[in-house]
C-alpha cells in the first residue's frame, strides 16, 4: 500500500510523510534514506553554510534517485545558499523561521515547490502570500525551535486557511498511529524530526542517540538558555524543545544574567563541544515517550506507514450502521 | 452511522464523545442534551457543593433517559459530594486533578464506571492503580486548568499504559477531524469542553458565548493569575487557559506580589461579579479557531460524529494499492 495526497503527488512520493531538516542532524545520508524509504528527505541546511551544503547535497544525490529536498532557517539564510541548493535540483525548498518573502520569488521561478513552515496564523497568512506550495503548521510539541500552538488544534486550523494548498502537521508526531491522526486533522502528510533523529544515519554523537532512546516526553522543556549561552541569533519569538538538564536547570528565568556572564558561555561553549548532556542542548519533541530504538531511517518510513495504514482500518471498522447497534 | 468503542460498549452511548464536566457550565441541561444527541453528558459538579449538585442532577435525570455522568475536581471535594451524585445513578463518575484513591473504591463498589482525567505519565499510573475504569489523558491545549502535556504525543503514551483499559482524549478538540484524529491515536473517545461551552445549553453569560465565538486560539493563554487572585486554592502544578485579557496582563509574573494585594483582588472579585471581560477568567481551550457558533448541544454531537465519520472515510480513500501507484 501506498497513500496518495495533494502533498505525494506534488513532490511525488509514496508515503505523506517528510523528514524535517533538522540542521545538522538531517544530512544527505539520513535524506537520502528517508527518500530511499518512500517519503520526502529534507537535508538541514541550517543557516546555509555552503561547504556543509556541498559535501550533504552531493551525498543525497548520490545515495538517491528519488526526489529529495532541503531546508534552511529563513532569518539565518543567505541568497547564494538558496542559489546553491538549487543547482543541485532538489524536488523541493523549505524556509522556517522568519519572513519567506524574500526567497520565495527565486524558488518558485525556479519551478521548484516551495515549503514554508509557520509557527502561527499570521505566519501561515504570510507564508500563503509569499506563494507557499505547502504549509508545514508546527506545533509546541516539537523538537528544536518553534512557537507556541499545539498541533492539534492548529493544524486545522491552518489547513482551513490554506485550502486548497496541501499542509503538513509537524510537532508530536512519531508513530503510525500519528501520522495516522493527522491525516484525519486533514493534513496532507507529516513532517517529522525527532523520530528520524533517533535513526541510523542521523548525525548525532552516540550519547545523544542514547539520550533520546532512554528518555520520556516529560524529560523535555521548551526555553532559550542554549540560546542566549552561545549567543545564536534567533529571533526571541522561537523558543526550543530539547532535553532537560543541569546547564538549562541552573540558568532558566536568569537568561539576562547569562547574556552578561561570559564564564558561564564559555562553560557552555566547551561543555557543549566534548558532547556533555549536561551542558549541551539535545533538541528533542515531546513523542520521545514513543521512541525506543535507532532504526535505519528506511524502516522507520515503512513502519509509520504501514502503522498508520493499521490505524486508519482500525478506526474504519469502528463506524457501526444504526441498525446493528 | 455510530461508531463503536470500548468507551461507547462501557457506558452505553452512540458516539464516542464525552461532554468535559466544566465546573459551573456544564450544567444539568448541557449534560443531558449531549447524553441525548448520543455522547456521554458529564455535569461539571466542581467542588461539589450539594445544593448545585442536586439542582442539576435533578436536571439532568428529568431530561434524559439516556446515560450521563458526573464529574468532580479531586482535590477539593469531599465524600458526600460523590455519595449524593451516587444516589441519583450516574453512567459515570469522573474525578479530575488529584490523587483519586481516596474516592475510588466508593464509586468502584457501586459498580459505577470511574472516569481519571490525568495530565501526565505518574497521574496516568496512579489512576490505573486506583482502578480507574477509563483514563482521561488530557493535553494542555484544552480550556480551564491542566498540564503542561500536548494532546498529541501524550494520548498514545497514554494508550500504550493503559491498554486494554479505554482512553479519552482532552484538549484541542473541537471538530470531527480532532475526534477522528483521536480516534487514531488510539483513544476510545474524546472527552470535549470548549466546544460545548459554546452552546445554547452552558451556563455562561452572554457576553462569554460572544467572546469564545469572536476569539481564536491564539486569544489564549496558560496561567494563574485569576487563581492567584481569587485565592482558589488550585494546586500549584495545575495553570488554566483562558482568554488573555487587561488583568491577566497587568498581573501575569508579578503572582507574589497580586497575593498580597487586597485592593486588586477585590477589583478582580468585582470584576468577575459583573461579567467584566477585562477582568473575568474565560475559560477557553486552543480549539477556538474551529468555533464560530453557539448551537443547541445536540447539534454539536451530531456534527462532531458526522465529520468525524467523513474525515475517517476520506483518511481511508488515500490509501491506494501499490500497483495502482
Known sequence: MSMRT????????????????????????????????????LVGGARGALDWLDRELTLVTGRTSRPWGVGFLTWAVGAAAIERALSYRPAAVMLSFGDPAPFAPRVLAAGVPLIVQVTDLDEARRALDAGADVIVAQGAEAGG????????????????????RPVLAAGGIAD???????????????????RFQASQEALIPAVV?????????????????????RASGWPHRYTARTLRNEFGDRWR????????????????????????????????????DLITDLPPATDIVARLAADAEAAIARVARAGVPDRAH
Open 176 to 194: 503510525g498511529r500519528g501520522l495516522a491522526a493527522v491525516l484525519a486533522l486533514g493534513a496532507a502528510g507529516a513532517m517529522i524530526g525527532t
Open 145 to 164: 525551535h518553534g512557537g507556541g500552538r499545539a498541533t492539534l488544534p492548529f493544524v486545522p486550523a491552518v489547513v482551513d486557511l490554506a485550502a486548497p
Open 253 to 288: 528565568g536568569r537568561e539576562d544574567e547569562l547574556r552578561r556572564d561570559r564564564a558561564a558561555q564559555e562553560e557552555f561553549l566547551a561543555g557543549t563541544a566534548r558532547g556533555d548532556l549536561d551542558v549541551m542542548p539535545v533538541w528533542a519533541g515531546e513523542s520521545l
Open 209 to 229: 542517540g542514547k539520550a533520546l532512546v532512554e528518555a520520556a516526553g516529560e524529560d523535555t522543556e521548551r526555553g532559550r538558555v542554549h540560546d542566549v549561552a
Open 6 to 41: 495533494p502533498f505525494t503527488d506534488l513532490v511525488g512520493v509514496r508515503h505523506p510523510i517528510a523528514l524535517a531538516p533538522m540542521g545538522g542532524a538531517a544530512g544527505g545520508a539520513l535524506a537520502a534514506e528517508v527518500s530511499n524509504g518512500g517519503g520526502l528527505g
